[in-house]
Structure formats: C-alpha cells, structure tokens
C-alpha cells in the first residue's frame, strides 16, 4: 500500500526566514509526486508534479525537489501569504487515477 | 461560472435525516472525484466517474450514495450518517480519468456535520 508521511505537521516562520517541508514515501512504482497548496476553508489548489529523481520545479517563491525516497518543498524568502497548508501525493504506476495524500504541513508566516 | 462548485457550503444534519451534496463543474473535464478531509487525517478517496461510469467505490459504507446524472453533475446523497462522518467532502474534477500530470481541480468544499 503506497504511503506518504510529511513533516513537520506545522510550522512557523517568520517572514523572509526560508525552511523546507519534507515529503517521504512509499510506493511500488512511482508515477508523479504532486504538492498542493490549500488554504483555510478552501479546496486544495494543485502546485507541481514530479515525475523522476533528481528533477525540481519552481514557482515563485517555492521549489519542489525529489529523490527516490522524499520530496521537498522549499520556500525561500516566505511572505504572509504563503501561510497554507501544503499537501503531498502520490501515484503508483499500477493506479491510473489514485492518489495517495499526506496529511499536510500548515505553514504560519508571520509579519 | 468558472471551476468547481460545491452547493451547500455548510450542512448541518442529524443522523436520521437525509441530505444531498452537489457538485458541478465548469471546465469541460471527463472524471469527477469525492474525497473525505477530516481534521489532521489525509484526504481519502471516496468515489470516482469516468464519463458518467463508476470507476471506483473505495469501501464506503452505504449511507453514501454517489450520482452522476452528466459528466458535469455530482452528487452525493447521505443517509443516516454516524457523527463520524462529520468532515470536509471535496469534489475534484480532472480533464482525463488517467491524468498523468495528477492535477485535480477541486472545489472548496461542503462542510458536514453529524449531530
């Protein structure tokens, strides 16, 4: 059974202190790893997708690494409105459409 | 109208009631998902449409019923829910069922809960 675990379950920044989220996984055959983003009282709102070891994507002030093992979502300089909590998934090569979620990392920055 | 939307926002019901849950989207895409979000628990998948067609019914216990009368319609019908079944339900939609960029566009969520 494919399994995702992130951590820290929160975190607190001050604005402009940058920190990295961690995203490990088990899975037999690894399709994509995705990162969304979900703020309160909102649906989640889809970031990157990662298909291979060793490939990154950016946007903005957020960058999404991956090793064979884990993923990490960086965010550099954070301001406010990164505050969000930020999920993880996966999907097996023998799913064509299941995602298996994190349980997220709520991320407070502060002014 | 653009997106994903989720009608009610709020539902609040007793377990002897008998409700329903209504998405629609507006983006011209082919599967429909359910997801259940409790609190500090991953989302968990509950149904999946492909083109109207059931595709995957993840264990769910009867009192949830899905519906999807179009490929732009989903609903989910509840029936004497237990308190436990309080959470977020999300609808997601996706251009193709096997979407291999594994991008989902999701509404915002209705907000249940069981007295």
């Known amino acids: 059974e494919d399994q995702v675990t992130q951590s820290p379950e929160a975190l607190r920044l001050q604005e402009g202190e940058s920190s990295s989220l961690n995203c490990s996984y088990t899975?037999?055959?690894?399709?994509?790893l995705f990162w969304y983003r979900q703020d309160p009282g909102k649906g989640p709102e889809f970031l990157f997708t990662l298909y291979s070891a060793g490939e990154e994507k950016e946007k903005e002030r957020l960058k999404a690494t991956l090793t064979k093992k884990e993923s990490f979502l960086h965010i550099t300089a954070p301001k406010p409105e990164d505050s969000a909590t930020y999920l993880c998934a996966v999907q097996a090569n023998s799913n064509d459409y299941k995602l298996s979620f994190g349980a997220g990392t709520t991320v407070t920055v502060r002014a | 109208e653009t997106g994903v939307t989720q009608t009610p926002r709020h539902l609040v019901m007793g377990m002897t009631n008998k409700k329903s849950l209504k998405c629609e989207q507006h983006?011209?895409?082919?599967?429909m998902y359910w997801y259940k979000q409790s609190a500090k628990k991953p989302l968990e998948l509950m149904f999946v449409y492909s083109l109207e067609e059931r595709v995957e019914n993840n264990s769910v216990p009867s009192r949830f019923s899905p519906e999807c009368p179009n490929s732009s319609h989903l609903f989910l019908h509840l029936h004497t829910l237990q308190p436990e079944d309080s959470a977020l339900y999300l609808c997601a939609s996706s251009q193709e069922l096997a979407s291999y960029t594994g991008e989902l566009f999701f509404g915002e969520g209705s907000r249940l809960t069981v007295l």
């Open positions: 899975v037999s055959g690894l399709r994509g």
């Open positions: 983006l011209g895409h082919n599967a």
